[in-house]
Every structure is written in structure tokens, then in C-alpha cells.
């Protein structure tokens, strides 16, 4: 049992509204939020005077110690999550990604072997499809209704390993409907990619331009459209991961105009930074910032994104946390392909949104709680018990600072990767104190987490967030035959 918590005197921020008020936290929940709340015997508080209260953060998209491309991610599930602490995040959403041929439910319980016994915060999974057949279609239902998982991700990219190809895309579309899940999507065309990276070392092109200059803008708006017809034409909700580009986004806008149902999720990398970085005269820092869908070298695309954060186009901010050493990303020093691909995001993601967007005058506090807590949890059904300063909801919380500053460094940072995408970058807003599940694991910028404190939070199919629409809509759009009298003219022999 934890020990109560109050924390004093700050101005508590949710989504729809903001008062001044104190939080008392009892159990690991919200107790009570209200004026003068009187402090009971053994309690510890908090003082949070001049700051804000805000939902914990939810990392919507990381990959913790993933084994991938040769490699294994080198910020696992301990590293990883303490840094998310660190940063203000409370929850993260991992993915499981099982290997072609391999079961869901097996490569499902390999990531809790992983997750559960290192975790500082609460989370959950995502689980990636990456194969077919009637076995992935039983263990997709046993995910849904035995082991919480209510979000399946297709990669359109990764030929050969990972992608899948329209046919069995229809096929997880319509699987996810029956079972009332929401679909994701890795969106790139990676035959598309296949066919750019051969030509790119054709010409010559060995260094991490490769990267960008074989997945071009087009190569992700393509997917993106594509998905969003094959998703709706399915009946299937939609989420699209990692949403790197400013065609990525219209196409996402103008598909929404028509009444499909998607979500967005730009990340820190493209809120933060841009894929000028490919085009450095230093391999380790170009490397250091290969991932898929790339970074754009349109400088102008991070404060695109976060407009359509600001006007809602947009949902809410994840980090494709997949975090390489330069040693590791050096096995493609000599070939681009070869890359490791991932960056990180999971510490600074809540310091870079508030910086790009709340300094910048793009969005305003309710808002930033939206994007970085709210949005997710109501996606992902975990709303309100995550994602709201409420009574009864889980006492997951932040004492935000907003006058605090910091300059971001792989050498102050506390993720074990030894490289930072933000390296040098000044961000405001920063956790004083952070409690996950009533526990204080931050207190006066000081970490106190520990190795398997947080719990797998399992999530309910049927999200009323995701499905209330398609479902209203299915009655009203339900196809009907014409009423017609029969055909009684001739009708020709087969041809022989
Ligand atoms: O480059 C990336 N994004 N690495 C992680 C795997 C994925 O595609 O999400
Ligand atoms: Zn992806
Ligand atoms: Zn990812």
C-alpha cells in the first residue's frame, strides 16, 4: 500500500478545464481535488505552488530493448522507463513485434518476460502483425479477450521482414473490426523504398542521405492514403504511427474532411528536430538520426506538425523510442540500409512539445495535456482512469514546472543510449515531482523509481472513442439492393 500524497497549492490542468486546487492521493488513487485539502497524519506533500498538475505523460510508441536489424535497442525496459520518468511520462505503449512465422501469444509473453520484472511506470502492448494465417487470426482474438490488447500495428515497409501486402492488410483490417480493435500503421510503400535504396547505391550513395533520399515524402503519403482506404473500406478504425511528414499529415486531413475515421501521432523526433541532419559531414551524427519514416529536410515541417496538433488535425505525441549506440548504428557505415533505425524521445518528448508548443504560442496548457496524456488515453481506452486529474483515477501525476529550463545532453541525459537527436537544444518545462500509481518516484527533480514497480495495464476492445462513429455511421451507409423486376431477355451461351 502506498503512502498518502498531497500535493499543494498548484493549478491542476485536465484536457476541458483548469482550477487552483490541492490533490490528495490515497491508495494509488485520486482521493479528492479541492481547496485546502487538510493533510493526513504520515502523508507526504508536495509543494507545487506556482506550477502546474498535469495527467503523467503517455508514450503512445516505444520499442524498449527491441531486437532489431541485427541489433537490440540498448534502452531496455528499466533504462527506458526511468527515463520516461525523468521526462514526465508515467506510462508507456510498447510493441510487441513477433518475427515472421512466430505466434503472437508466444512473442507476446517473450515481451512481458521483458517488460514486467524492469518497468518503472505502468504499460501496456501493442502487438504487430507481420504475418498471416488462420493461427494470427485465432491469437489475435485470444490478445483482445484474454490479455488486453486492444491495437494491432502493420508495418507497409520493411520488405521481406515485416511488411505486409494489401491482401493480408484487408485481412488484419477486417479481423481488427470483428474483434473491435483499432488497427495501426507503419505507412511508407516499401517496395517503393526497396526499389529507391537500390537505385540510391546505383549512384553512389552509401551515407545516411541514403536514407532520406530513398523514402521521400510521397513514398509515406502514398501509404498513408492507401491504409486510410483500405482501413475504412474495412469498417476499421484507424491509427497512424509515427507521422513524419507534411503530406503524411494533409493526407490524413483530407481523408478526416470526408468523414474516415484516423488518427495522427507526430512524434518528438519530428516535432524536434529535421532531416537536415542526414546531410551532416559526420557519419556518427547523420547515422544517429535514421529512422523510418525519416526526419524531412524541410525545415519548416516540425512547426507544421504542431499546428495541426493545435487545430486538431493531429492527436497526440509518441516517440518511437528505439534507441541505437553509434557502434551500433556503425554496421551500416559503410551501407545506409544497413542502419539500425531508431532514435530516442521518451525523456524530453513532454519538455519538446511544451517548448514547440506552448512557448511557441501554437497551443495552450489544456491542450498540451491533450496531446501528450488525454488524447492516448481516451484512443487507447484507458480514459479517465489514466490521462485526468480526477477522483478515482489512477494518482499517475505530474508537478510540472513551467519556468524551469534545460539544455538537452546525451551527457545529462538518462537514457542509456549515448547519443541525443536534440543534443544542444534549450527546452522549457520540466517534472519536479512525478507519482506513478501514488508512489513519488521524482521528487525535487531527484529520481527514486525502481525496477519493477509498474503494472501491465490491460485495455478493453470496443473503444467508444474509436468505434461510437463507425458503427452510428454503418446503419446510415448500409448498402441496399435496388428493387427491380426480373430480366427476361435472352442471355448468351458462355463463349467456347
Ligand atoms: O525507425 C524506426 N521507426 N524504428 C522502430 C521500428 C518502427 O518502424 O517503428
Ligand atoms: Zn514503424
Ligand atoms: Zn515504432
Given at each position: 500500500m502506498s503512502p498518502s500524497v498531497v500535493i499543494r497549492g498548484g493549478k491542476v490542468v485536465n484536457h476541458d478545464f483548469t482550477e487552483k486546487a490541492d490533490v490528495l492521493i490515497e491508495g494509488g488513487k485520486i482521493k479528492e481535488v479541492g481547496h485546502d485539502l487538510p493533510v493526513p497524519k504520515g502523508a507526504t506533500v508536495l509543494d507545487a505552488t506556482h506550477k502546474l498538475v498535469i495527467p503523467g505523460g503517455i508514450d503512445t510508441h516505444t520499442h524498449m530493448q527491441l531486437p532489431f536489424m541485427g541489433q537490440v535497442a540498448i534502452d531496455d525496459f528499466y533504462s527506458g522507463t526511468r527515463a520516461a520518468v525523468a521526462g514526465g511520462t508515467t506510462m508507456i505503449i510498447d510493441f510487441v513485434i513477433p518475427q515472421k512465422g512466430e505466434g503472437l501469444l508466444g512473442a507476446y509473453d517473450k515481451w512481458r518476460g521483458w517488460a514486467d520484472p524492469k518497468v518503472c511506470v505502468d504499460f501496456s502492448f501493442h502487438v504487430a502483425v507481420t504475418w498471416w494465417s488462420d493461427e494470427v487470426k485465432r491469437d489475435m482474438e485470444t490478445l483482445v479477450?484474454?490479455?488486453?490488447?486492444n491495437s494491432f500495428k502493420i508495418f507497409m515497409a520493411y520488405k521481406g521482414v515485416f511488411q505486409l501486402d494489401d491482401s493480408q492488410m484487408i485481412e488484419v483490417f477486417k479481423t481488427c473490426r470483428e474483434l473491435g480493435a483499432l488497427a495501426m500503421v507503419h505507412a511508407e510503400n516499401g517496395d517503393m523504398v526497396a526499389e529507391l535504396q537500390q537505385k540510391m547505391k546505383t549512384l553512389g550513395?552509401?551515407?545516411?542521405e541514403g536514407h532520406a533520399l530513398s523514402r521521400p515524402e510521397i513514398v509515406e503519403a502514398e501509404a498513408v492514403n492507401r491504409a486510410i482506404m483500405l482501413s475504412n473500406q474495412s469498417h476499421c478504425p484507424l491509427y497512424v504511427v509515427h507521422v513524419m511528414s507534411k503530406s503524411a499529415a494533409d493526407s490524413i486531413t483530407l481523408n478526416r474532411q470526408k468523414g474516415q475515421v484516423v488518427f495522427g501521432e507526430p512524434i518528438a523526433a519530428s516535432l524536434g528536430?529535421?532531416?537536415?541532419?542526414?546531410?551532416?559531414?559526420c557519419w556518427a551524427h547523420a547515422a544517429g538520426h535514421?529512422?523510418?519514416?525519416p526526419l524531412r529536410p524541410d525545415p519548416t515541417t516540425p512547426m507544421y506538425l504542431m499546428q495541426q496538433l493545435a487545430n486538431g488535425n493531429l492527436d497526440c505525441v509518441g516517440t518511437d523510442n528505439c534507441t541505437f549506440n553509434t557502434a551500433q548504428k556503425a554496421v551500416g557505415k559503410d551501407d545506409f540500409t544497413k542502419i539500425p533505425n531508431g532514435v530516442n524521445g521518451v525523456e524530453d518528448r513532454m519538455s519538446i512539445v511544451w517548448t514547440k508548443g506552448v512557448c511557441a504560442g501554437l497551443i495552450d496548457e489544456c491542450k498540451f495535456v491533450e496531446v501528450t496524456s488525454s488524447k492516448a488515453a481516451k484512443i487507447f481506452n484507458l480514459y479517465p482512469k489514466k490521462g485526468r486529474v480526477a477522483?478515482?483515477?489512477?494518482?499517475?501525476l505530474v508537478v510540472w514546472d513551467t519556468s524551469a529550463s534545460r539544455m538537452i545532453s546525451k551527457d545529462t541525459h538518462?537514457?542509456?543510449?549515448?547519443?541525443?537527436?536534440?543534443?544542444?537544444q534549450t527546452v522549457f518545462g520540466k517534472p519536479v515531482h512525478v507519482i506513478s500509481g501514488g508512489h513519488v518516484v521524482l521528487q525535487d527533480g531527484e529520481l527514486k523509481v525502481s525496477r519493477g514497480h509498474g503494472n501491465y495495464i490491460p485495455r478493453q476492445a470496443h473503444c467508444s472513442h474509436v468505434y461510437n462513429i463507425l458503427r452510428h455511421r454503418e446503419k446510415t451507409e448500409q448498402p441496399v439492393p435496388v428493387t427491380r423486376g426480373p430480366y427476361t431477355g435472352p442471355v448468351a451461351e458462355p463463349a467456347k
Open positions: 479477450k484474454e490479455r488486453g490488447v550513395i552509401m551515407g545516411p528536430t529535421d532531416g537536415t541532419n542526414y546531410f551532416h559531414k535514421v529512422l523510418s519514416p477522483v478515482g483515477s489512477d494518482a499517475d538518462h537514457q542509456a543510449v549515448n547519443f541525443n537527436i536534440f543534443e544542444g
